[in-house]
């Protein structure tokens, strides 16, 4: 799989958008790139995914490049719930790949 | 609500002895995770599961740890016997491939703490 880069630590303001950047400069054509995120103590929760396309869901929108070498995972109006460590992960989509392996992540913290 | 369920949430145990984590993955899902999670290396992926058979437990150290799925709603990690240097938060995520996704989805982990 492709190696992703991330910024160790960000900080938001509460209520403004948080947008947390992930490099995936070797991504190949069938690899997707995943967001996931982790609460303090909790287990990671899955947030959104993409290939191409810009994708939006309830919790957040993914704007990935049109060269596809990096993306932007944005949280439209950040609150304090939202400070957790956020992973970026690249991986083929489909039933003969089956590992996920996380990265160190991004931590964010929402300020009020 | 379907959620992947961890047992025991929270262990402490002396070195030497055998541990024991259980996991029952959401019903349905054909793949299971195990994972450790410590301050020093993060997340780490230890092994998983197709069909409640093992694809790769390479990250695993083979001498202490086993892992194992007696059937399709249990999947078990095993220490024996156990140093301190495995505290550790350790997690199971399950998922469902080849549908909608390929997303996993985690326990919340059974936190283990071996003096």
């Known amino acids: 799989d492709a190696k992703t880069t991330q910024p160790p630590s960000m900080d938001c303001a509460e209520g403004r958008a948080a947008n947390l950047p992930c490099n995936h400069s070797?991504?190949?054509?069938?690899?997707?790139v995943y967001w996931y995120r982790q609460i303090h103590s909790q287990g990671p929760q899955y947030i959104i995914h993409g290939l191409k396309n810009n994708e939006t869901n309830e919790m957040a929108s993914l704007i990935i490049t049109e060269d596809r070498k990096s993306s932007t995972l944005i949280l439209p109006h950040a609150t304090l719930r939202d400070t957790a460590v956020y992973y970026c992960?690249?991986?083929?989509?489909?039933?003969?790949?089956?590992?996920?392996?996380f990265g160190a992540g991004t931590r964010l913290t929402v300020k009020p | 609500d379907a959620r992947v369920t961890q047992t025991p949430r929270h262990k402490v145990t002396e070195m030497g002895q055998e541990v024991t984590m259980r996991c029952q993955p959401i019903l349905g899902h054909n793949t299971v995770f195990w994972y450790r999670q410590t301050m020093m290396q993060g997340l780490e992926l230890l092994a998983y599961f197709r069909n409640r058979a093992p694809l790769d437990d390479s990250g695993m150290p083979k001498d202490r740890f086993s892992a194992e799925m007696p059937d399709a709603t249990l999947a078990t990690l095993k220490i024996q016997p156990s140093e301190p240097r495995d505290s550790a938060v350790y997690f199971c995520?399950?998922?469902?491939?080849?549908?909608?996704?390929?997303?996993?989805?985690f326990g919340e982990g059974s936190w283990l703490t071996v003096v």
């Open positions: 995520a399950s998922g469902s491939l080849g549908t909608g996704g390929n997303t996993i989805y």
């Open positions: 992960i690249v991986r083929v989509r489909g039933y003969n790949n089956n590992d996920m392996r």
């Open positions: 070797t991504i190949s054509g069938n690899e997707y």
